[in-house]
RNA sequence: UCUUCCUUAGCUCAGUCGGUUAGAGCAUCUGACUGUUAAUCAGAGGGUCCCUGGUUCGAGCCCAGGAGGAAGAGCCA
C-alpha cells in the first residue's frame, strides 16, 4: 500500500505543492457547483484535513460515494488553504473509496448527539471528534503512567486477575468457572463442589492487586501495578464500572506521609503531561464543555473551564487534613448548622458524598487528602495509630469526581495483623501467604490504588465513566 | 439496591382538556448556488407514539404490569 501520511502531521507541514497521499474517515462533504470539499480524519489529531474536490474532474458515482463515515485514500497536493478555518488543504487529483456508509444508515450524523445515544452505538463512537479526544488522552495517560514510576525505579508487576481468595473485602466478586451451570456436581453437604472445578477451588476475578503488589514491594521494593479490576456490586452510578482498570503502587519503607507525598506529584504529573501532550484536544473537550454549559443555570455552572481546572491542580498544594479535623469543620459548618446534611456528622461514621462535596467544593476549593479515619471503618491491613482509635489511611478528594485515590501506610506487624483478621472475622485460611510477608522480613510499607478512569474523568472533564473507557461494563450491559 | 424523572421520525424534542389527517429543528434525498467551514436557499420523503393488558363511543395523553434509559443516593476506585 502506498505510504499514508498521518493527518496530523499533514495539518503542520509547510511543503505545499508536495504530492501525498491520506486516508481516513469522512466527517461532513460540502458540496456546491464546481467544488466539494470533504472533511476527513483519521483519527490522529482532533482537527480535520480539507480536501477540496474539482467536481467536474471525478465521476458522478466516486462523489456519490463520498459522504460521512466512507472510508477514503486520498492522492493530491499539498496547499496552502485559500478559505479561513485552516493554514492546510489538499487538492484531490484522485480518490478511492474504500468503504462506502450508507447515509440513509449511518447513525452518525454530522450533527451534535447525545452521550446516551453514542452509548448504544459504542462501536462506532471512537469516529466522533469527542470520543477520539477521550481515547488518545486516556492513551497518554496510560503512557504517562509507565513513564513516571518507570523514571522512579518502580517495576511494573503483573498481578492475577483469577484469584483464589477473597481477602480484601473490597467488593462482590465474579465467579469464574468452568462447571455446569444446570448441573454443578455436589459434595456431601449438598453444595456446590468447587474441589471438582478448573482450579481445584472457588475462584473469582480480582477486585484489587494490592495483596499480591505487597508481595512484589517486599522484594523489589517498589512496584506498581496497572490491569482491569473486577466488582461485581450492583451500581448504577456515573462513578462506577463492573470492569475499570486501577493502578496500585506499593512502596517498601514509604510511610503514610511519603504515600501521600507521592500520590499528589503523581497526579500533578499525569495532568501536567495531558497538558503538555494533549493539549488541541482539551482545547477542544473544553470548548464542548462550555457550549454545554451555556444550557445551564448560572448556579449550575461550573467556576473554571476545563484548562483552568487542571492548571489549578498542578499549581495548588493539596489540603491536608486528618479525618478528625475534618469532622470538626463539617460539624461546624453552615450546611450542617442549618441541618441541610441529610446525613448527621459525627465522630466515626463514614464521609458521605455530600460531606466531601462539602470539604473540597465549598470549604477548601482545591483537591483534599484526609488521614488517619477510625479503624472501624477501614480495610484490616492499614497500620493502626498509637491512639488505637485511627488508622494510617489516606483518600485523595477532587471536586466533581469524589474519592479517586484510596491509600494507607500498611500494618506490618504480624500479631496487630492477625488480631485485626481475626476482629473482623476474615478466613484467614486463604491469606497465609500475605501473613508470611509479616513473619519473615517484614518492613514497614504503603500505597495506594488510583481508579484509571476516574483520572480521565477529571483529566476530559466528561461527565459519566461509561464516556471514558470504549467498552464499558455495567449492571445490564455488556454489549460489544 | 433505593428515590425521582424519562421513553413520540435516523437524532434532539414539542404535543393544550382524552377528540378528525401526530408536529418542529437537525440529519437524509432532490434541485439551486464560482471556495465552503455544523455552508446557504427551495422542495420532498420519513411514525409499531417502548411492550402487554385495561378504562372509554374514542387513548400518544388516563390506569395496571413489564422492559429499557438517566440523575441522585448507598457501596467504592
Not at 401 to 423: A, F, H, V
Request: aromatic content about 12%; charged content about 25%.
Amino acid at each position: 500500500m502506498e505510504k499514508r501520511i498521518p493527518v496530523k502531521e499533514l495539518l503542520q507541514s509547510t511543503g505545499f505543492g508536495k504530492d501525498v497521499h491520506v486516508k481516513g474517515w469522512v466527517q461532513t462533504k460540502r458540496e456546491s457547483k464546481n467544488v466539494a470539499f470533504v472533511a476527513l480524519n483519521d483519527g490522529s489529531t482532533v482537527h480535520h484535513l480539507q480536501i477540496v474536490v474539482d467536481v467536474s474532474s471525478f465521476s458522478e458515482e466516486t462523489l456519490k460515494n463520498i459522504h460521512t463515515g466512507a472510508s477514503i485514500a486520498v492522492t493530491g497536493t499539498l496547499a496552502e488553504s485559500q478559505g479561513q478555518g485552516q493554514k492546510v488543504e489538499l487538492q484531490a487529483r484522485h480518490i478511492e473509496v474504500y468503504g462506502t456508509a450508507d447515509p440513509e444508515k449511518y447513525p452518525l450524523q454530522p450533527k451534535r448527539h447525545s452521550m446516551e445515544f453514542l452509548r448504544e452505538i459504542a462501536h462506532l463512537r471512537p469516529r466522533t471528534r469527542t470520543f477520539g479526544a477521550v481515547l488518545r488522552i486516556r492513551h497518554a495517560m496510560a503512557f504517562a503512567v509507565h513513564k513516571f514510576f518507570n523514571d522512579r525505579g518502580f517495576f511494573y508487576l503483573h498481578t492475577p486477575i483469577i484469584t483464589g481468595s477473597d481477602a480484601e473485602g473490597a467488593g462482590e466478586m465474579f465467579r469464574v468457572t468452568t462447571l455446569d451451570p444446570v448441573d454443578p456436581p455436589l459434595n456431601e453437604f449438598g453444595t456446590v463442589d468447587f474441589t471438582q472445578d478448573f482450579f481445584g477451588k472457588e475462584t473469582n476475578l480480582t477486585v484489587s492487586g494490592q495483596l499480591e503488589g505487597e508481595l512484589g514491594a517486599m522484594a523489589l521494593s517498589l512496584i506498581y501495578t496497572f490491569g482491569p479490576t473486577f466488582r461485581a456490586e450492583n451500581s448504577n452510578t456515573a462513578r462506577h464500572l463492573a470492569e475499570f482498570w486501577m493502578i496500585e503502587p506499593e512502596m517498601a519503607f514509604y510511610d503514610l506521609e511519603d504515600n501521600m507525598n507521592l500520590a499528589e506529584d503523581f497526579l500533578k504529573y499525569l495532568v501536567q503531561y495531558a497538558l503538555e501532550h494533549c493539549l488541541d484536544d482539551l482545547q477542544f473537550l473544553d470548548n464542548r464543555l462550555q457550549e454545554e454549559e451555556k444550557n445551564k443555570k448560572q448556579e449550575d455552572r461550573s467556576p473554571m473551564g476545563l484548562i483552568e481546572k487542571l492548571k489549578f491542580v498542578v499549581e495548588n498544594q493539596f489540603e491536608r487534613l486528618t479525618y478528625t479535623e475534618a469532622i470538626d469543620i463539617l460539624i461546624k459548618s453552615k450546611p450542617n448548622q442549618k441541618k441541610q446534611f441529610v446525613y448527621p456528622v459525627s465522630w466515626g461514621t463514614d464521609l458521605q458524598s455530600e460531606h466531601e462535596r462539602y470539604l473540597v467544593e465549598k470549604h477548601f476549593k482545591k483537591p483534599v487528602i484526609l488521614t488517619n479515619y477510625p479503624k472501624h471503618i477501614k480495610a484490616f491491613y492499614m497500620k493502626q495509630d498509637e491512639d488505637g482509635k485511627t488508622v494510617r489511611a489516606m483518600d485523595v478528594l477532587f471536586p466533581g469526581i469524589g474519592e479517586i485515590i484510596g491509600g494507607s501506610q500498611r500494618e506490618e506487624n504480624y500479631d496487630k495483623l492477625y488480631s485485626r483478621i481475626q476482629e473482623m472475622k476474615i478466613h484467614e485460611e486463604s491469606l497465609w501467604w500475605y501473613l508470611e510477608t509479616r513473619k519473615y522480613g517484614t518492613a514497614p510499607h504503603s500505597g495506594f490504588g488510583l481508579g484509571f478512569e476516574r483520572l480521565i474523568l477529571f483529566v476530559t472533564g466528561m461527565g459519566n465513566i461509561r464516556d471514558v473507557i470504549p467498552f464499558p461494563r455495567t449492571p445490564q450491559n455488556a454489549e460489544f
